[in-house]
C-alpha cells in the first residue's frame, strides 16, 4: 500500500451572477463574474502540478439547479484537461445544483465520475494496485433534510475510504440543515477522510477522523470575506496530511479603520488610502467595505461618505484593483457628543435598541416575501448587531437634526 494524494474542492458556483452590485464598472464586473471559472481553472491548474490521484468535487459546481450550456462546456474544458493527465475526477452534487433541474445535458470525459441520488461506493486504484473507495450522493431535489449520513456504510476491501458529503454540521445555526451529521456520527463509519462541502468558509472540523470543509474557491459576496481556495490532502498509512491552496481571484475584504472626527477629513481620507495601498500590495484583486469606527459620536463624517466613497473609487488604477464598494460608519460606544451625556430619553432609546433580540422575526415579511426571499440569506449575529447600531446612529442623528 502506498500514499495517495487528491484535490479536495466544493462549492464552485460556476455561474453565479453576481447581481445587486451598483456603480462597478463594467472591466471589474466582468471579472467578478469570470471569478469563479478562473478560481476553478485554478484548481485544475494545481491538481496537474501537483500530479494527484484524482480530484473530489462536494457538491454544488454550479450555481442553479438549471445549468448553462456554457457553463458546462467550460466545465467539461477543464475535465479534459484533467482526462489528458489521467487525473479521474469525483463528484456529488448539492442543493444547488440538485438532480432534479432541467437543462440540456452536455456529455462529460471518462474520467468524470458523479455519484447518483443514492449513497453508493466508487472504487479508484493507482497503477501499484493501492485501492481508494469513495462514498457519496448526489441531491436527488434541491431539499434533502434526511439523515443521509446514516446511508453511509463502510465497504471492506480497500486500503483508503473517503466520505464525500454535501451537508451541514450539527450545531451550526447559520446554514440551510440539509443532510444533518454530527461528528460522532462520521467518526463512526471509521473513514479516512471525509470531504464536505455546502458550507463556504473553510474550516477543519477535525484532526481525527480527518473532516474537512474546504469552503467556496470564490467569495461571492460581502460575507465570504477573505482566502478562499481548495485542499490538498495527502493519506499515508496512518498519516494524514492537508494544505490550503488560495484560489480565489477576488478577496472580498472588510476592514475597521478608527478615525478621530476632530481631525478632519483629510485624515479619514489619508488613512483610507494607506489601507487600499496595503491592500493592493499582494498584487491581487480585492473588494473592500471600510467600516470607520468614530467612537461615541460620528460628528460630521456622515455628511461626507457618499463623497469619499466617490473619490476613493475615481482614483483606482492598475492591473490589479482594490474596489472599495462601501463605507459605513460603527459604533463601539455609546451614542453622544464629546463631553456630554445622552439625554434620557435617547439613553432609554439607545438602552431599548441595544437589548431587542426579535430581528429576524421583524424580518419575517421580507423573508416570506416570494420574489425578496430567493436573494436572502439568514442573517448573521454579527450582522443583526450591525443593522441594530445603524438604526441607533439614525436615530440620535434624527433627534440631534429635530430638536
Known amino acids: 500500500m502506498s500514499s495517495v494524494k487528491f ?9 453565479s451572477p453576481y447581481s445587486g452590485l451598483k456603480d462597478l464598472p463594467s ?7 469570470e471569478s469563479p471559472f478562473k478560481a476553478f481553472q485554478k484548481v485544475i491548474n494545481e491538481a496537474i502540478f501537483h500530479q494527484v490521484d484524482f480530484i473530489v468535487l462536494s457538491g454544488d459546481l454550479f450555481d442553479g439547479e438549471n445549468r448553462s450550456l456554457r457553463t458546462q462546456v467550460r466545465f467539461r474544458t477543464e475535465m479534459i484537461k484533467l482526462q489528458q493527465q489521467q487525473i479521474p475526477v469525483y463528484i456529488i452534487h448539492g442543493n444547488h445544483d440538485h438532480l432534479s433541474g432541467t437543462w440540456i445535458t452536455v456529455e462529460l470525459p471518462d474520467n468524470v465520475n458523479v455519484f447518483s441520488g443514492q449513497t453508493e461506493v466508487k472504487l479508484f486504484e493507482k497503477a501499484d494496485g493501492t485501492s481508494v473507495h469513495l462514498y457519496g450522493f448526489s441531491y436527488p431535489r434541491r431539499h434533502v433534510k434526511e439523515r443521509m449520513i446514516e446511508t453511509y456504510k463502510k465497504s471492506e476491501g480497500a486500503d483508503y475510504h473517503i466520505g464525500l458529503l454535501h451537508g451541514n454540521l450539527e450545531g451550526n445555526v447559520e446554514h440551510s440543515p440539509y443532510s444533518p451529521f454530527s461528528l460522532k456520527e462520521l467518526a463512526d463509519r471509521d473513514f479516512d ?8 468558509k473553510h474550516q477543519v472540523v477535525s484532526e481525527d477522523p480527518l473532516v474537512i470543509y474546504s469552503g467556496n474557491i470564490q467569495g461571492r459576496n460581502r460575507k465570504e470575506t477573505g482566502e478562499k481556495g481548495c485542499l490538498l490532502i495527502e493519506l499515508d498509512g496512518d498519516i494524514r496530511r492537508h494544505s490550503f491552496i488560495c484560489t480565489a481571484e477576488v478577496i472580498w475584504d472588510s476592514e475597521t479603520i478608527e478615525v478621530s472626527t476632530d481631525r478632519g477629513f483629510d485624515d479619514i481620507f489619508k488613512r483610507c488610502k494607506e489601507l487600499i495601498e496595503q491592500k493592493s500590495s499582494d498584487g491581487r484583486n480585492h473588494l473592500l467595505e471600510i467600516k470607520l469606527d468614530a467612537g461615541g459620536y460620528p460628528g460630521k463624517v456622515g455628511e461626507y461618505l457618499d463623497e469619499l466613497i466617490r473619490i476613493l473609487q475615481e482614483e483606482e488604477q492598475g492591473e490589479a484593483f482594490v474596489w472599495v464598494y462601501k463605507i459605513k460608519l460603527i459604533q463601539t460606544k455609546p451614542m453622544a457628543r464629546p463631553g456630554e451625556s445622552l439625554s434620557p430619553f435617547m439613553a432609554e432609546v439607545s438602552q431599548l435598541a441595544s437589548e431587542f433580540e426579535d430581528t429576524e422575526d421583524a424580518l419575517v415579511p421580507l423573508y416570506h416575501h416570494p420574489a425578496a426571499r430567493r436573494f436572502l440569506d439568514s442573517m448573521e449575529p454579527t450582522e443583526q448587531k450591525s443593522l441594530l447600531d445603524e438604526a441607533d446612529r439614525w436615530l440620535l442623528h434624527l433627534f440631534e437634526t429635530n430638536k
Not at 27 to 33: A, G, P, Q, S
Not at 193 to 200: D, E, K, P, Q, T
Open 7 to 15: 484535490i479536495h474542492a466544493a462549492d464552485l458556483h460556476l455561474d
Open 27 to 33: 472591466t471589474i464586473l466582468k471579472e467578478l463574474r
Open 193 to 200: 477522510y471525509w470531504a464536505l462541502g455546502h458550507i463556504h
